[in-house]
């Protein structure tokens, strides 16, 4: 690749063992008196909640703490009513990609009630928001980095179909990272949303409008993701692997900011907003097989990945390369312990065609450099899913 075009988000990040403890510190000094908090049930119970709340003290002002995977759009209003309420000046996002996504959707929603300050201001793909998001991530997904959101709408027929909002404005200004916060990260959710980490990176490797800044982020992404994900899911507590990994998530959310992902993200969302699977399992069923299903026309870009999985021997073609880096994830998959099968979420097959119709027709998957030729090859790549 000899031309490129890219976006650098502007971000400030700090990445401490403790570093929560530094949060009223950096709020203060920016300035910001009127926080509201995005969070979940899982982080009230489990006391993260509670140590945000005591650091921040007044400077707290309202919560939603009740946010479900994918955002669903009823639950945003409500947190949206609340924050408006309570004229906040930031909004923090504090747990995985669902909550980081909720205080990114408050961000725009208001952003775009305040209207534009400028005509024309707005489409600059360095906009920076007037009620910016902080992040605080609790697991791998990643969404920290980006200048993307999702929420769930219920269709006009009832379905539930998840749409995707991409504006620079929504890019978390600040970023927390402490792998103290992941240290009792259930098992499940540290696989799977480890394995929604390495499929960004791979993604970004063979993404069309990957760059030289994505496709290294990406790479080293995945030497720390594959020499620690295992090691967090069979020993939670080692603050070491828990530290290398989420270097690794941080590398992976940074290499997926700035290009379009594929047919594997696009598949996982569907899955998510329509099937009700959870990110993190969509994302440990459908990696191996997107790999494969790309593994004769993007070989090049998979057989990097086999590198940096370090596989491979002088004399294997790209193609075998590529193969050998689908089965190595399948076996580190199998190996985690997590979902392979659509059938053990709970997709029943005969909901496979409906999937496969809405599959072709999304973006996200039509962006794969290797295009899907109809619903048939849609369908046999669920099938072989389920
Ligand atoms: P999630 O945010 O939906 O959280 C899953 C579960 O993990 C929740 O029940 C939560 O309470 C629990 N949890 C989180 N941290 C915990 C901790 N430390 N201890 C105990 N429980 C904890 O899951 P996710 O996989 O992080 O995010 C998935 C969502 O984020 C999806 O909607 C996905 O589309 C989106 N996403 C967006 C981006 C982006 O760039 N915008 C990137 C990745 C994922």
Known sequence: MTSFHMTVQSQEIVFET???????????????????????????????MNKVEDLLGEYLVAAYDEVEPHVPDHQL???????????????????????????????????????????????????QARIPCIA???????????????????????????????????TPRLVLYDPELTLNLPETLTSTTGINALAHCIEAIYSRTRNP?????????????????????TDAKDIQARTRMMIGAHLAGAALASVEMGLHHGICHVLGGTAGVPHGAANSIVLPHAMRFNADVLSGELA???????????????????????????????KLNVPQQLRDVGVKESL?????????????????????????EALDLLRAAW
Request: glycine content about 8%.
């Open 136 to 170: 605080i991530p609790t697991t791998y997904a990643g969404s920290e980095m980006t200048p993307v959101y999702g929420v769930t709408r219920i269709q006009k027929d009832g379905s539930a179909l998840k749409e995707t909002v991409r504006d620079a404005r929504v």
């Open 77 to 127: 209003a409500v947190a949206l009513a609340r924050a408006e309420e309570a004229d906040i000046d930031a909004v923090i996002g504090l747990g995985g990609g669902s909550p980081i996504g909720m205080a990114k959707a408050v961000s725009h929603e208001l952003e775009t009630k305040l209207g534009n300050p400028k005509p024309g201001e707005i489409s600059l793909p360095t906009q």
């Open 304 to 334: 990097l990945v086999a590198e940096a999985l370090g596989l491979g021997t002088n004399n294997a073609s790209e193609q075998d390369l590529a193969l050998q880096a689908s089965d190595a994830v399948f076996d580190l998959i199998a």
């Open 18 to 48: 403790g570093a929560l403890e530094k949060l009223s510190a950096l709020v203060e000094e920016r300035g910001w008196k009127r926080l509201f908090l995005c969070t979940t049930s899982h982080l009230r119970q489990n006391g993260h």
């Open 352 to 376: 496979l065609p409906n999937l496969a119709e809405i599959i072709i027709k999304n973006n996200t998957v039509r962006n794969n450099p290797k295009p899907l030729k109809g619903k048939k």
């Open 213 to 233: 800044i994505s496709t290294s982020l990406a790479l080293r992404g995945i030497h720390y993701i594959w020499h620690s994900l295992l090691q967090c899911a």
